[in-house]
Structure formats: structure tokens, C-alpha cells
């Protein structure tokens, strides 16, 4: 989708939509009276002596007319509720049943002056392969073992990970290799995978519950995402109001001190969006923005 609208499968295109088909259909026959009305009634095309002497804040009796005077209440009124119903299904679709913290993926967002910080509640694991690659890179982890095939038997690999704080290095000969270590799973694991050349070929980071890290969200794909957030203070820095803005899926709500506020939306498509702040929050609002990517998962894999 652009760059100024939500992607397709939002609620909020078709509401958007809508109402501005409805809009331009006002605003014509508003512009096209007024225009008639502007150049008909200019002066010199009137004969002044046939005006009639209206008196200023006397209404004229004599001209009342019933018929049109229901015709412009009824219309407006049919449209508008037209536009109300559908305003409310779409708020209520997209703020009126909000997930559960068991159905949905949570992370917690954590605004301050002028910072997104963001922790998970469950793990999350972003992984991708070098553009190109032409065999797959497939990564097993369990808390005794890290275990990688690459698919054809010819390849030799290094593999490099870190899970503090431990690290280490292995091989991948013909194709297969593994690590028996204790992994820690409470923390970060990252895994970097090169070619003989030294060129990175797949990278692999797991992101545990508690985890988390500033200006970078990972969520995955096709699931309901929920957002629980707050404002803090950090240093001389106040907690103060801020907003949470993902103009990818159109939701946007207040981050507020003392108080958790939440928001949810279902992407559907893969990629890196933006995060911004709506809500002005002192000098360095414009620059407090961030990265939301949407990686794949089991029920929602590439790109649209
Ligand atoms: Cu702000």
C-alpha cells in the first residue's frame, strides 16, 4: 500500500474510502451551488427594485416550505447515520473485543523521553537467510544442543553464537553440525552462519520472554499482535503523555504514566514498518520513532 494509507486488509481503508466518496459527493453539489449562487446573484444581475425587503432576524412566514425543508433534514440525516453505523462497526471490529494476553502475541511497549523500549512475554524468533542462498539453513535449538543442516552435502559453515555470557564457534562439514551446550533460554541467543568466503549467510536471533530491545519490534505474521504500554520517567526525564502510532494498520493509542493502555491489530503481511509518536511529548518528539517488523511464522509465511 502507499505511503499514506493503511494496508488493504485494514478495516479502516473501507471506512476511509467511504467516507470520502461521500465527501466528494457533498462537496460537489455544496461547490456547484455555490458557484451558481456566486456568479447568478452578483452585483448588476439582480434588478434591486424586484428584491424583496427581507427584515434581519424575522422569518418570512410566507415563504415556508414545508416539503423542502424535510428534503434537506431527511437526506443529511439517512447519510449521516449511514456514515455513524459504519464508523462504529469498524471501531468496534478494531477496539470493542480485544484479545486476551493468552490468545494473543503481547509485547510490552515502554515510551519515555524520546524512546520506544520493547520487552516480549513470550519468545520470538527472527531468522533469514542471505538473499540468493541456494540451499535452506536450518536452525534446531534446545537447552543442551544448537543443531544446523544446510541441506546439500558439499557445504562447509561456521557458526558463531552468543548467549550471555556464552559463546562459542562450530563447523558445519557436509552439510551438518552441532554444539552440545547449556543455552540459557531466559536470555538473547543469536546465531550468525558464514560461508568459506566469511560472507553471512543466515542469521538467527531468538528474542526470550523478558527480552527485548529500544526502536526495534519483532511480531510475528498473521497472528493478533497486542501491545501493552506505559510512559516512564528515565533520569531528569519525566514520564509524560505520548502516543503510539502504526499508521501500517491505522491503530493509534495514548501512552499515559501510571496507566496501561493497550492496542491490537493482525498483520498479515511481512515487512518493516514504522512506529511514531501522535502525541507531542517535548523537544525531540518528531525524532521519537521506531522499527516494527512483521516476520513470518507457522500460519502466515512471506510477502504479500
Ligand atoms: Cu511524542
Known sequence: MGVFMPAEYTTFVELYDTFMFWSIVVGAIVFAWMLYAV?????????ESKLEKLEPGVFPK????????????????????????????????????????????????????????????????????????????????????IAISAGSAQINLTVKWSNE?????????DGEGHVDTIIDLQEILEITVKDEEGNVVHEYTRYAAGTGESSQVYVPCGKQIKFKMTSERVGDADAVLHAFFLPEWAVKEDVVPNLETML??????????DVVCAEYCGMKHAYM??????VPSNICRGDA
Open 289 to 294: 520513532t521506531a522499527k516494527i517488523t512483521v
Open 165 to 173: 555470557p556464552a559463546s562459542g564457534e562450530f563447523n558445519i562439514t
Open 39 to 47: 456568479l447568478r446573484f452578483r452585483p448588476g444581475m439582480v434588478d
Open 264 to 273: 491490537y491489530f493482525t498483520p498479515q503481511e511481512t515487512g518493516t514498518y
Open 62 to 145: 410566507e415563504r415556508d416550505d414545508f416539503k423542502l425543508e424535510m428534503a434537506w433534514f431527511v437526506i443529511p440525516a439517512i447519510l449521516i447515520g449511514y456514515l455513524c453505523i459504519l464508523s462504529w462497526n469498524s471501531l468496534y471490529e478494531d477496539w470493542g473485543n480485544s484479545p486476551s494476553d493468552e490468545e494473543a502475541f503481547v509485547v510490552e511497549a515502554i515510551a519515555t523521553q524520546w524512546n520506544w523500549e520493547f520487552k516480549y512475554t513470550e519468545p520470538i524468533i527472527v531468522e533469514e537467510s542471505s538473499d540468493g542462498l541456494l540451499y535452506p539453513v536450518n536452525i534446531g535449538v534446545s537447552d543442551g544442543r
